[in-house]
Nanobody
Framework: QVQLVESGGGLVQAGGSLRLSCVAS???????MAWYRQAPGAQRELVAS???????NYADSVKGRFTISRDNAKNTVYLQMNGLKPEDTAVYYC????????????WGQGTQVTVSS
């Protein structure tokens, strides 16, 4: 079983930046990783994903503002968020899939990001 622990959320003004981190308890059975978010009353949505080979994919709403990266030596995935907007306010979740799988089997507990206008 893989445990994921997120950190780095908080309150920031519009236009500001935050960096989220997610540490996995082990690395040997992790493939693709991703960040999702869920705003109040909304469905959980994919923000960005990264393969074990560091290929990335982004939601249109965050392209050019957010950057996902991973450090396999530290079992960590990051989400650098710049140019934050009030509509980015949500609980952000880290997710991980087993190798060669597109299904995210492991989830973190979430970290709150609040962007004030």
């Amino acid at each position: 079983q893989v445990q994921l622990v997120e950190s780095g959320g908080g309150l920031v003004q519009a236009g500001g930046s935050l960096r989220l981190s997610c540490v996995a308890s082990r690395n040997f059975n992790i493939g693709r990783m991703a960040w999702y978010r869920q705003a109040p009353g909304a469905q959980r949505e994919l923000v960005a994903s990264i393969t074990s080979g560091s290929s990335t994919n982004y939601a249109d709403s965050v392209k050019g503002r957010f950057t996902i990266s991973r450090d396999n030596a530290k079992n960590t995935v990051y989400l650098q968020m710049n140019g934050l907007k009030p509509e980015d306010t949500a609980v952000y979740y880290c997710a991980a899939a087993p190798p060669f799988s597109a299904t995210y089997a492991f989830w973190g507990q979430g970290t709150q990001v609040t962007v004030s206008s």
